[in-house]
């Protein structure tokens, strides 16, 4: 059974920064994504940034150039630190990891952890 467990949520003002932490129990090599998804009160979950296996990223436009997704191999550990927050970032922020295989993918997903930006 795959475990992911996020941290660094909290509090915040508007223009501060926060660094979310999702440390994955086995080789982050078995997952060819992994990525952050948020989801606000009222709204559908909604990609925030993915990184693959080989490094390449993707983000949301609402979040290029203030949020940078990393992975740490060595750590099992990806990474999303947010910068110039904003009211409206504020969602449960969910890490996910896919692995794919044949025709067919698995999906895993963290339990969430709170940011709240306040204005």
């Known amino acids: 059974q795959v475990q992911l467990v996020e941290s660094g949520g909290g509090l915040v003002q508007a223009g501060g920064s926060l660094r979310l932490s999702c440390a994955a129990s086995?080789?982050?090599?078995?997952?060819?994504?992994m990525g952050w998804y948020r989801q606000a009160p009222g709204k559908q979950r909604e990609l925030v940034a993915t990184?693959?296996?080989?490094?390449?990223?993707n983000s949301a436009d609402s979040v290029k150039g203030r949020f940078t997704i990393s992975r740490d191999n060595a750590k099992n550990t990806v990474y999303l630190q947010m910068n110039s927050l904003k009211p409206e970032d504020t969602a449960v922020y969910y890490c996910?990891?896919?692995?794919?295989?044949?025709?067919?993918?698995?999906?895993?997903w963290g339990q969430g952890t709170q940011v709240t930006v306040n204005s």
């Open positions: 996910n990891a896919v692995s794919r295989y044949g025709d067919g993918s698995a999906s895993y």
């Open positions: 086995r080789t982050m090599f078995s997952f060819n994504t």
């Open positions: 990184v693959t296996t080989g490094g390449s990223t």
